[in-house]
């Protein structure tokens, strides 16, 4: 089981998890790329790549940040709870 589908099922609301997905992919296309229409297979693939490159977690995240500046700041605050929880 990859680590997305983990992080989800672990989630007791419906709404939560679909919530926390979101965030996930919005921040995996920040990082690599849109991936074409949300093949969680992928995006499971780059979430072990993430966590396998050495990358600077905190740098990431401050970047991820900034471009979520255009969205609007509830969904700008739920996705970066979310960053910190996984």
Do not use: W
Request: aromatic share 16%; with cysteine.
């Amino acid at each position: 089981m990859g680590r997305i589908k983990e992080f989800l099922e672990i989630q007791r609301n419906r709404m939560t998890e679909k919530s926390y997905k979101s965030a996930l992919v919005e921040f995996l296309d920040f990082i690599y790329g849109k991936v074409r229409e949300e093949e969680m297979e992928e995006y499971e693939r780059l979430a072990e790549r993430y966590f396998s490159e050495g990358r600077d977690y905190f740098k990431d995240l401050l970047n991820f940040a900034v471009y979520l500046s255009e969205k609007s700041p509830k969904t700008t605050y739920m996705y970066l709870v979310v960053m910190q929880h996984c």
